[in-house]
């Protein structure tokens, strides 16, 4: 059975907000495999342990640019929030993401292969990148982007730095912006319910489900009398309907208006909204946790065997 560490049960607490004796139990539960244990935290502890499964801990900028009738979307990472304020590391992000509009690179390796100079370093992009790393004392890289050049029109929203926004629509730019503004709020993963990722769907089925039979076990315990299979089947299937329209665009209501669906304010505008891109630093990528102590401890012991 895989060890389970403190920096594992601080790592799930903190994803789901669940008490650390459950986070602990499920991930002895699921031998160490930390979405398996996320699951079962919400079968046990329902909603309340998914709150937090949004948060990110990779530190960097999100940069948006425009060239002509093409948008770019870039995130750029780095170690610590404090090279986030550098100059030099802004610089090169926001170059970054106007070189991704103006040439359409095919990839990462192809954006860093394009001209650019800045602080001395060149004559590529990925030569300033590395020649900024030596300068700054610290790891960058260029994780994604996103580029818009389709012929409809581009929206986009900045929120600071961590998150971005692009909407392709067609119609009102303000309506647009206000998607934008929505997306970056409620974070939704498709335009419409048809269009969640089959296996974001098959994993709320499976959490539902697996609730469902924790309530019958706990029913059984109590001495209550069981749901029948077809009542189980329909709540099961309640829940994750439930979740498709919390989940995406055009059925969420509007943060502006909740009186009305993203849809229903679209059609007030007259305005149709083809896609959208989200980007939110660093999600899903994990942040490594030192332990300062064991670093220090480390040191010492070094020091005395040199």
Do not use: W
Request: with cysteine.
């Amino acid at each position: 059975m895989a060890a389970i560490t403190a920096s594992m049960v601080a790592e799930l607490r903190g994803k789901t907000d669940a008490p650390m004796m459950e986070c602990k139990k499920a991930l002895t539960e699921a031998e160490g495999d930390m979405v398996k244990a996320e699951e079962l935290l919400r079968v046990k502890l329902g909603s309340k342990a998914g709150k937090a499964a949004a948060r990110v801990t990779a530190e960097g900028v999100i940069t948006i640019a425009s060239a002509g009738a093409a948008s770019a979307m870039l995130e750029v990472n780095c170690e610590t929030d404090f090279v986030t304020k550098n100059d030099s590391f802004l610089g090169l992000a926001n170059a970054a993401a106007a070189l991704v509009a103006e040439h359409n690179p095919a990839d990462v390796a192809a954006l860093g292969a394009l001209p650019y100079t800045q602080d001395g370093f060149g004559p590529t992009l990925e030569d300033v990148r590395r020649g900024l790393i030596g300068k700054i004392g610290e790891n960058m890289t260029f994780r994604r982007f996103n580029r818009c050049s389709s012929g409809t029109q581009v929206a986009s929203y900045l929120h600071g730095t961590r998150i971005g926004v692009l909407v392709e629509f067609e119609g009102d730019e303000v309506a647009a912006k206000d998607v934008a503004m929505h997306v970056a709020a409620m974070k939704p993963v498709s335009l419409s319910s048809a269009e969640v990722p089959p296996e974001l769907v098959a994993r709320e089925r499976s959490v539902a489900a697996a609730k469902a039979a924790e309530d019958a076990s706990v029913a059984v315990a109590a001495g209550k009398p069981v749901q029948s299979a077809e009542i189980v089947t329909k709540r099961i299937e309640g829940g994750v309907q439930k979740y498709l329209k919390e989940v995406s665009l055009f059925n969420q209501s509007f943060v502006k208006n909740d009186k009305q669906t993203v849809e229903q304010m679209l059609k007030e505008k007259a305005t149709k909204v083809h896609g959208f891109s989200l980007y939110v630093v660093g999600e899903g990528i994990e942040k490594k946790v030192d332990d300062f102590a064991a670093e220090v401890a480390a040191q010492i012991a070094a020091a005395k065997a040199g």
